[in-house]
């Protein structure tokens, strides 16, 4: 069984840029993750989808982050503009049904640096 | 709320000694509790995972955890440490709400030879 899928694997843009991050989650998942997890921190929540809808995105900085999963499978997570305090990396994660016994399972992340 | 806290940011152990890495939780409800393990530049796998079954759980890679609700611990645990075994571990506590994950803040663990 495939994993889930991140790209790009590394970034590395200017603040005040713009930046998108791709995900792809294992196959059938409802419910997708995105994460960020800063240098020496555990990962922290930025939003989660029960298929194309959004579950909880309390922890997201709306006014500069945005996702996205159109057809409740892949999905986009996007900065704009980007800050230096947004080095970090990106986890996206999914699992079957967003239950909280379930397993979730991580890509292997976006980093990125913001100079 | 829920929230986990991992006593020791750094932990080293001699290959073939006993690896423990702690993790105590708060949390308003029964917690379910997950350890996973981060090796560099890859995502997280999960060892093991308590859900209200058996509160000694066994994992992958000779891991177990013991749930213990007086103490609100669920501490990781491996008789012999490997060198391979080298690696960031977290412990995560799931939000009472659904599938959120709270996670600790990690414990690096280095084997030496």
């Known amino acids: 069984e495939a994993g889930v899928a991140q790209s790009p694997r590394y970034k590395i843009i ?4 713009s930046v998108a991050f791709w995900c792809n989650p294992i196959s059938g998942h409802a419910t997708l993750y995105w994460y960020q997890q800063i240098l020496g921190q555990g ?9 194309n809808g959004v579950v909880d995105d ?3 900085p709306k006014d500069r982050f945005s996702a996205e999963r159109l057809k409740g499978v892949d999905s986009t997570l996007k900065i704009q503009p980007a800050k230096l305090e947004d080095s970090a990396v990106y986890l996206c994660a999914s699992s079957e049904q967003g239950f909280s016994t379930d397993t979730q399972y991580f890509g292997p992340g976006t980093r990125l640096t913001v100079l | 709320a829920q929230s986990v806290t991992q006593l020791g940011s750094h932990v080293s152990v001699s290959e073939g000694a006993l690896v423990l890495l702690r993790c105590n939780y708060s949390s308003s409800v029964p917690p379910y509790l997950f350890w996973y393990v981060q090796y560099p530049n890859q995502g997280l796998q999960l060892l093991l995972k ?8 066994k994992g992958i890679n000779g891991f177990e955890a013991e749930f213990k609700k007086s103490e ?3 501490h990781l645990t491996k008789p012999s440490a490997h060198m391979s075994d080298a690696a960031e571990y977290f412990c995560a506590v799931s939000g ?6 709270y996670f600790g803040t990690g414990t690096s663990l280095t084997v030496i030879p």
């Open chain 1, 43 to 51: 990962p922290k929540l930025l939003i989660q989808f029960q298929n």
């Open chain 2, 96 to 101: 009472d709400t659904g599938n959120q994950f």
């Open chain 1, 14 to 17: 200017e603040k005040r840029q």
């Open chain 2, 50 to 57: 308590y859900t209200s079954a058996a509160t000694l759980v």
């Open chain 1, 58 to 60: 309390s922890q997201l």
């Open chain 2, 72 to 74: 609100t611990s669920f």
